[in-house]
């Protein structure tokens, strides 16, 4: 298969200019097609690839024949699902979809059923894993480093949700439920790292802080702004999400922690550079992964650079350049594909959960395929 790849784009606002950024960094990756309604949003992409067709439908981008080999779904959550049996009922082109996935707990079958049909690779966008500190702090885990791990946890302090087009992210309708829309992320790694299914799951949420002044045709948004949230595995292993999303003002924005009996591990990692006050505090800080060993006792430190340029592209720290370089190389080499829309699905799964919890004040128990709750 040639090294090169014609790409469409559905959607394409502030993360989907995220992707046209990190695509550029990518020899043989062009993006010919765009499909975005909001004229704001188009001029925007036009200074990023002048070159591209403009569509205001999917229909439209597909009907062009212009000879697309792979699309990429950066749409408002709650268009994916749609979207994505609309592709896989008119191509069998490779797909990289957003997260989530899906938004609610009745479009997970029709979804699944769909893909497994889908004739090329469908890829699901998990930034978080591909973070250059996530993957080091991932390796030591399965390099025995801490032993067994026993407890997770996956602290993110960070800023309130950002203004996105129409205001579509200030309702749960909208977005899933934050714990759908900003945590799937979070419970995807829980299970790539434990390598295990979610069996209960409680959370305790609130809004406290965020949007509350914010009025929408009459409406108060009702995005939470906070969580706790516990989820036991199968393995045995437990995993908890510290979430509050009015703490923009700390030096890293997430810090995951691993404990086994041999050591602790944790993993520092900082927000978007394009919100640090270097002009009061320097230099944005720099991601590190810290092993403390039991005997003998002393952390080890280890800073985790990350290219100046990936840094450049996008807000999560070079992650989403080799997410699409995974999937460049999933078309062009026949590769693995690393996220597949079984993760995709189960990680917003085990979100809904966690809100559905959050509502209801009980734990919540999922059934042995991790899609029911009981």
């Known amino acids: ?189 829980m299970r790539l790292l434990t390598r295990s299914e979610a069996k209960r799951i409680y959370a305790s949420t609130g809004q406290d802080c965020n949007h509350l002044d914010e009025r929408y045709d009459g409406m108060t948004p009702d995005i939470i702004d906070n969580a706790f949230v516990i989820v036991d595995f199968a393995s045995g292993q437990r995993a908890s999400l510290d979430l509050n999303m009015f703490a923009e003002g700390s030096r890293y924005q997430e810090e995951i922690c691993a404990i086994g009996p041999k050591a602790k591990l944790e993993c520092f990692v900082p927000g978007p550079g394009r919100f640090w006050p270097s002009e009061t505090l320097g230099p944005a800080p720099v991601p590190k992964v810290v092993l403390s ?27 989403t350049f080799y997410q699409h370089l995974g999937f460049f190389k999933a078309i062009t080499e026949g590769a693995a594909v690393d996220v597949s829309i079984e993760d995709g699905l189960r990680a917003v799964v085990i979100g809904l959960a966690a809100q559905h919890s959050a509502q209801t004040g009980q734990s919540v128990k999922l059934t042995d395929d991790g899609f029911h709750f009981s």
């Open 1 to 189: 298969m040639s090294k090169s790849v014609r790409y469409g784009m559905l959607g394409c606002g502030m993360m989907g200019q995220e992707h046209l950024r990190n695509l550029a960094l990518i020899d043989g990756a062009d993006v010919i097609a765009i499909t975005e309604p909001d004229p704001t949003m188009q001029r925007r992409c036009a200074e990023l690839v002048p070159d591209a067709h403009y569509f205001q439908t999917l229909d439209d981008m597909l009907n062009a024949d212009l000879g697309l080999e792979a699309i990429v779904i950066t749409t408002p959550n709650y268009q994916h699902a749609n979207q994505l049996l609309e592709l896989f009922s008119k191509t069998a082109l490779p797909i990289l979809v957003e997260k989530p996935v899906v938004t609610s707990l009745e479009q997970v079958a029709n979804i699944r059923a769909a893909a497994a049909k889908h004739p090329a690779p469908i890829w699901v966008a998990m930034e978080y894993r591909y973070m250059p500190p996530v993957s080091l702090f991932r390796q030591q885990i399965q390099d025995g480093d801490i032993g067994e791990m026993k407890m997770l946890n996956i602290r993110e302090h960070r800023f309130p949700f950002l203004e996105k087009v129409n205001d579509w992210n200030r309702f749960n309708e909208k977005t899933g439920g934050t714990l759908v829309e900003k945590c799937c992320h979070f419970f995807d790694l």
């Open 293 to 319: 060993p039991r005997s003998p006792k002393g952390p080890i430190e280890k800073d985790i650079p990350v290219d100046d340029r990936l840094l450049a592209a996008g807000d999560h720290n070079g992650s």
